[in-house]
């Protein structure tokens, strides 16, 4: 026995233990989060159920079943539950999704199991998607246009899906238009209006350009008063049309379809019919807009502001990380100075992340981005354009942020490259820099996107400096978008990370919003791995291409 240990071989098994519960560990927890948050996309059985109160009176609920939990019976007795003839420690309870918010006090119900005394799941209950008030539950009983019939002798649900269609194409047609030409026009006379002022300051401004500038907003303002009676048109033609349902509590509700953005009969669907929902929905959390105050609709302003601030900390943290890390290691002399300045690098990745937001928002924001008001946008004042947060001073904060991991990974990497390398070229005739350029850099560029993967998966994760200097519940518009200089660095920008944490600690809904963590999560780590896999393929490329380097 004292001869195994000494040979070490106990220490090779703890190591494998170790390493393989941390990785059942997270996958575990992949898994979990995975299966709590594509389940949110699964369409779930309708239920008509019937309750019967203490009273002996009965009411109906119409819902999805979405959370069930056994309680003490001495809990519910405390809180004043009566439960007369109910046996056992425990009882099961059932917290049924009921929608129709402009209903019902609450669309979230705990109904306890032995007061149901029907339960059935029909065939014709049917769903609607609102782009207000959530979900809506009930009966189909009508499609009006204008507020006549137009079912006749033709199956109801495909009316209805067909002037859904209709009226979600109008809506995007509309959206479109505000979006794109309206907002291109609102643009441009912004830009007359802060050009103006610019020559105003200059002492420019004379009759000429009034004119000029007056002509342009004139011209302008025709545009936009077009472009405002077809959108007035595309919204009246989308009002058209309505769908009457009958609700839980037996009464027809006149719902408009400009509203609706989708109806489905979950019990009427089959295997396949479900899986086919199951990856629409999933389509449409990653590409649509979020609404009801993040906790409906999808996620696409969030995954765009995180990819796009992250590649644009990429672009940044990458060359003063690189340059630092090889002024380090081939120009400094070997002496205390620069083990002081190595050792405050390596200090500088145990910071708090928050700290460096509030050196973000003091220096960058206030300071920098001030100072570019005074002297480059000085007729926007005193609104601000850079002194305010927005996607660029996130992006240089979190290079701030991960720039020693970057400086460590690349001091590594050219550690390891050989001397004789170095001697051999400069023997041959190289310059110092053509040596770097040619030889070391290269051999050393899978050290490097070593340290960009770190940072990537650090930066990609953070919240807490980028709730200081940029990133916000809901951003109107995108910092990216066909408007001269296309690129809006100034705007700020939604977050996956910062969605999770408002819907899962500051949205109004709290049972509503708990799906959407999981689902919101589940797509944060997802879209991480990817800008990790990307990179490491990246990695790998250059590995084997200078590995004829090494011989």
Do not use: C
Not at 519 to 538: D, Q, Y
């Amino acid at each position: 026995m004292n001869k195994w240990f000494k040979s070490g071989k106990p220490y090779i098994w703890l190591t494998a233990g170790a390493v393989s519960v941390s990785l059942i560990a997270v996958l575990g927890l992949l898994a979990l989060i995975a299966w709590r948050g594509l389940s949110f996309f699964w369409p779930a059985q309708i239920h008509e159920v019937e309750v019967q109160a203490n009273d002996g009176s009965t009411r109906v609920i119409i819902g999805e079943v979405y959370d069930r939990e056994q309680v003490p019976i001495e809990r519910l007795q405390e809180s004043g539950v009566k439960l007369d003839g109910f046996d056992g420690d425990t009882l099961e309870r059932q917290l049924f999704k009921v929608g129709n918010r402009e209903f019902v006090p609450l669309d979230f119900m705990w109904v306890m199991k032995p007061q149901i005394i029907r339960d059935e799941t029909p065939a014709d209950l049917g769903v609607l998607e609102r782009s207000k008030d959530g979900n809506f539950y009930g009966y189909v009983v009508d499609v009006l246009e204008q507020g006549e019939s137009v079912v006749n002798d033709r199956d109801i649900r495909d009316v209805l899906f067909e002037r859904i269609e209709r009226a979600v194409e109008l809506n995007e047609k509309a959206t479109d238009l505000q979006q794109g030409e309206i907002g291109a026009i609102n643009h441009e006379l912004n830009r007359l209006r802060l050009q103006s002022r610019a020559l105003d300051l200059e002492g420019q401004l004379t009759e000429a350009e009034k004119q000029r500038i007056s002509a342009e907003e004139q011209a302008l303002n025709e545009q936009y008063r077009e472009l405002e009676k077809q959108l007035f048109a595309f919204r009246e033609q989308a009002s058209r049309d309505s769908v009457v349902m009958r609700d839980m509590r037996g009464m027809e509700v006149s719902i408009p379809l400009y509203r609706v953005l989708d109806a489905t009969f979950p019990n009427d669907m089959g295997i396949f019919s479900k899986i086919g929902h199951f990856f629409v929905q999933i389509g449409k959390f990653v590409s649509e807009d979020p609404r009801e105050a993040n906790t409906e609709g999808g996620v696409f302003p969030a995954i765009f502001g995180t990819v796009f601030m992250v590649l644009l900390m990429s672009v940044i943290v990458t060359p003063f990380g690189v340059v630092a890390a090889v002024y380090l290691h081939e120009y400094a002399g070997k002496n205390a100075i620069t083990r002081l300045i190595r050792i405050a690098v390596i200090n500088l990745a145990g910071v708090p992340s928050i700290v460096y937001g509030v050196f973000g928002l003091g220096f960058f924001v206030y300071m920098v981005g001030g100072s570019l008001d005074q002297i480059f946008y000085p007729e926007a004042l005193p609104s601000p354009t850079f002194g305010t947060p927005g996607v660029m001073w996130s992006a240089i904060t979190l290079a701030i942020l991960t720039l020693p991991v970057v400086i460590v990974s690349t001091e590594e990497g050219l550690s390891r490259i050989p001397s004789t390398l170095r001697e051999g070229s400069l023997a041959l005739g190289a310059t110092k820099a053509e040596t770097l350029w040619r030889i070391i850099l290269p051999m050393a560029s899978p050290a490097i996107m070593t340290g960009l993967i770190l940072a990537v998966a650090r930066a990609a994760g953070e919240v807490a400096p980028l709730m200081l200097v940029g990133v916000v519940k809901s951003a109107p518009m995108l910092p990216v978008d066909g408007n001269f200089p296309y690129f809006h660095l100034d705007r700020k920008f939604m977050h996956l990370g910062f969605h999770i944490y408002d819907v899962g600690f500051q949205s109004p809904n709290v049972e509503a919003a708990r799906p959407l963590v999981y689902a919101t999560s589940f797509l944060l780590v997802t879209v991480i791995v990817g800008l990790n896999l990307t990179a490491i393929g990246v990695r790998n490329h250059l590995r084997e291409k200078y590995r004829s380097l090494e011989h």
